[in-house]
């Protein structure tokens, strides 16, 4: 069986895609699985994931982006082609928290291990990129480099060269609290309404990017020297600079409300928005009043994870 964690943006969604840069955490504890058995000669791949409501022939639906995975991999490294991949994943879907990304990475790094052969990082995520863009569109990179490095990162596209991808010093242990707004929002959704917005007004947009750009700098500096109290305030300007930009939700920006009047140090949405989760980042003691608030302003579900400091 192979693993993938989920993720968080910390900062930086969005304008990620328009070459700024963006701060993405592993979440160690949430992940998804992958498990290969084979199947008799002739049956060709099949995959199961009986969380996510179904299986299927690769064959049956060549144009869905874990088939085009799958067929890809096998054909790519010569593995075996006759088998069931099984896939079962604690990371709710469409919520922000990297689900395809994790499923995808676990799936190749399943079907490499049933053969006995591994992948560096960098080249599993580079596989898993071209089946999220069957899903996203337009994606940055960010999803499938910090779920198949998982460690935090620092992560900026750069125009005709490979993106500058460093691992991210952490200076003190974050804790951070997680809010699911309950509702369910595809990526590509909001990814293509700012798109839109951007060509019709491309120098808003690109002010505002750079702002958002400018926060994430900030944020690395605090980050650095473990500094959560001007972390947070970060964060919370992150969010403001979202809901500008088109892609909060009334139910985000209640359960953000919520996060800050309880005492967290910032808090913002994370990943795509519309719906899926925000993050709060609190002190310890903290944690468990800000989870209660959350829940209170009508979270599907809030729990508590810490970032580890790094070296
Ligand atoms: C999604 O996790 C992050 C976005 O910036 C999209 C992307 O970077 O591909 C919204």
Excluded at 17 to 46: C, E, N
Excluded at 75 to 88: C, K, M, Q, S, W
């Amino acid at each position: 069986m192979a693993t993938a964690p989920a993720k968080l943006i910390l900062c930086g969604e969005h304008a990620v895609v328009y070459g700024r840069p963006a701060i993405a955490l592993p979440l160690a504890d949430i992940r998804a699985t992958a498990t290969v058995t084979l199947l008799p000669p002739g049956s060709g791949p099949l995959i199961s994931a009986p969380d996510l409501g179904g299986q299927w022939r690769v064959a049956e639906r060549p144009d869905e982006p874990l088939s085009g995975l799958v067929m890809a991999v096998i054909e790519r490294f010569g593995l075996p082609a006759d088998v069931e991949i099984t896939i079962r994943s604690a990371i709710p879907i469409a919520s922000g928290m990297g689900s395809g990304a994790a499923i995808a990475t676990a799936i190749v790094r399943e079907l490499l291990a049933h053969n006995g052969q591994t992948l560096p990082p960098a080249a599993i995520s580079e596989l898993v990129y071209e089946s999220e863009r069957g899903y996203h569109g337009t994606p940055s990179g960010i999803d499938n480099t910090v779920v198949a490095f998982e460690q935090p990162i620092w992560f900026q596209r750069r125009p005709s060269l490979p993106p500058l991808i460093e691992p991210l010093p952490i200076g003190a242990p974050l804790t951070l609290v997680v809010g699911d707004s309950g509702v369910r929002s595809p990526t590509r959704l909001p990814v293509g309404a700012v798109r839109e917005r951007w060509q019709a007004d491309p120098a808003r947009y690109e002010s505002l990017f750079d702002q958002v750009g400018a926060l994430v700098e900030q944020a690395r500096a605090a980050l650095a020297t473990g500094d959560a109290a001007r972390l947070g305030p970060l964060l919370s300007a992150n969010h403001e600079l979202l809901r500008e930009i088109g892609v909060s939700s009334p139910e985000l920006d209640r359960l953000v409300a919520a996060a800050q009047a309880a005492g967290a140090l910032g808090a913002k949405l994370a990943g795509a928005g519309w719906g899926g989760v925000m993050l709060a980042l609190t002190t310890p003691e903290q944690a468990a009043t800000v989870t209660d608030a959350l829940r209170a302003a009508g979270a599907a579900n809030a729990l508590v994870t810490t970032i580890a400091a790094t070296g």
